[in-house]
C-alpha cells in the first residue's frame, strides 16, 4: 500500500478514492485519504495470510489455510459485484487485488500493477508445481484480458503482455535523511513477521543495540518515511516494497524470507552474497542479531532499482 500511496502523490491530474481493507485501511486514513465505504465490507487478505497460511515462519501449503484464502477473496469479489460500480470511475488501478480477477464486473479502463509475474513452480514441491504453473498462467491471461495496462514493478521475473519499466516505489524509499537512528525492525503490513519481532528483541537487547519495531505489531505510522530514512541498519522481512527501501536508501540491512514463500525468496536472493546484506532465516533470532553486527560494518552494495514511478504515473494519465 505503501507504493500506491507515493503513486497517489505523482496522480494530480485525478481525485482518487481507494479500495482495501485490514492494516492498508489504517494507513490510507492516517494520511487523510478517501476511502469508500465499501472498504469496510472486505475482509482483510493480510490478516488471512499472516493468521492463517503462514505461521511460525513458514507458509503452510494445507487444505484448509488455502481454502480460508481463497474464500476471502471470493467473499471480497462478490462484495464489490454488489457494492462497487467499477464502470463510473474514469480509471481503476488495481495493485495484485485478485478479487477484481474473479469479480463479475470488469473496469472500463483498467491497470493492473504486480510486483510478481510469475509463481516460481520450481520453488514449489513437486506434487504441486504442474497446478502452480497452470495458476500462474491463469493468472497472467486473465489480467491481459479484464487490463488495459499490466505493469510488472518486481526485481526478478518477465511476462509477455506485461510492461516492465522499473520499480515502484514508496515515500520512505525516497526520503532525505541520515543515519545512526535506531535500528529498524519493519515487519511489513501484516502480522506474518510478528513472531520474528517477539524472538528478534531478546537478542537485540542482550548485544545492547537500540532498535524500533514498524509494523502491525510495533510502531504502526502513516509516516515510515521519517523512522527509515534516520536508521543506521535495517531487519526486514523479505517483502518486495520493504526490500526497495533498503537498496534506495542504501541501507544495511537483514533480510528475513519466510520459509516456503516464492515471492520472499526470489526477493531474497537479489541481496545474497552482497556487501552491507544478509539473508537469514525467520526462525532464527540469534543469528539475525550476529548478521546485524556485521553488515553494520560494511558499506552496502545493493542490487540496481530503478524507480519508474513518475513514468507509471505518466502511462496511468495517457491511459485514463
Not at 476511502?35 to 495470510?49: F, M, N, T
Not at 519499466?165 to 510478528?194: E, I, K, M, Y
Request: with cysteine.
Amino acid at each position: 500500500m505503501a507504493r500506491d500511496l507515493h503513486l497517489r502523490r505523482l496522480m494530480e491530474f485525478g481525485d482518487v478514492e481507494w479500495l482495501t481493507a485490514g492494516s492498508a485501511l489504517g494507513f490510507l486514513e492516517a494520511n487523510g485519504e478517501k476511502v469508500h465505504p465499501a472498504s469496510r465490507l472486505l475482509r482483510s487478505l493480510g490478516d488471512v495470510i499472516g493468521g492463517s497460511l503462514i505461521g511460525g515462519c513458514r507458509v503452510r501449503m494445507r487444505p484448509g489455510p488455502i481454502r480460508d484464502l481463497y474464500s476471502a477473496v471470493r467473499s471480497n469479489a462478490n462484495v464489490i459485484d454488489d457494492a462497487v460500480d467499477l464502470g463510473s470511475y474514469d480509471l481503476v488501478v488495481a495493485d495484485e487485488f485478485w478479487e477484481l480477477l474473479l469479480s463479475g464486473r470488469r473496469p472500463g479502463k483498467g491497470v493492473f500493477l504486480t510486483d510478481f509475474v510469475d509463481l516460481s513452480p520450481g520453488l514449489w514441491r513437486m506434487p504441486l508445481r504442474p497446478f502452480i504453473r497452470r495458476l500462474g498462467d491463469a493468472i497472467r491471461r486473465r489480467a491481459v484480458e479484464r487490463f488495459d495496462l499490466r505493469v510488472h514493478v518486481g526485481m526478478w521475473g518477465e511476462a509477455g503482455g506485461f510492461w516492465h519499466p522499473g520499480q515502484l516505489v514508496t515515500d520512505a524509499a525516497v526520503a532525505s535523511g541520515g543515519s545512526g537512528g535506531p535500528v529498524v525492525v519493519n515487519v511489513g503490513g501484516t502480522r506474518a513477521g510478528c513472531g520474528m519481532a517477539a524472538g528478534l528483541g531478546p537478542e537485540l537487547r542482550a548485544r545492547g543495540v537500540d532498535f524500533t519495531v514498524i509494523g502491525p505489531c510495533g510502531e504502526f505510522t502513516g509516516n515510515p518515511a521519517r523512522i527509515l530514512s534516520g536508521a543506521s541498519a535495517v531487519i526486514t522481512l523479505a517483502g518486495y516494497s520493504s526490500l526497495v527501501e533498503v537498496a534506495l536508501l542504501r541501507k544495511p540491512a537483514v533480510v528475513v524470507p519466510i520459509r516456503g514463500h516464492f515471492e520472499h525468496a526470489e526477493n531474497a536472493r537479489a541481496f545474497s552474497g552482497r556487501s552491507g546484506y544478509r539473508v537469514v532465516p525467520c526462525s532464527d533470532g540469534r543469528a539475525q542479531a550476529e548478521a546485524l553486527l556485521e553488515v553494520m560494518g560494511e558499506e552496502p552494495d545493493p542490487p540496481p532499482v530503478v524507480d519508474s514511478s513518475e513514468e507509471i504515473a505518466r502511462a496511468m494519465r495517457e491511459l485514463a
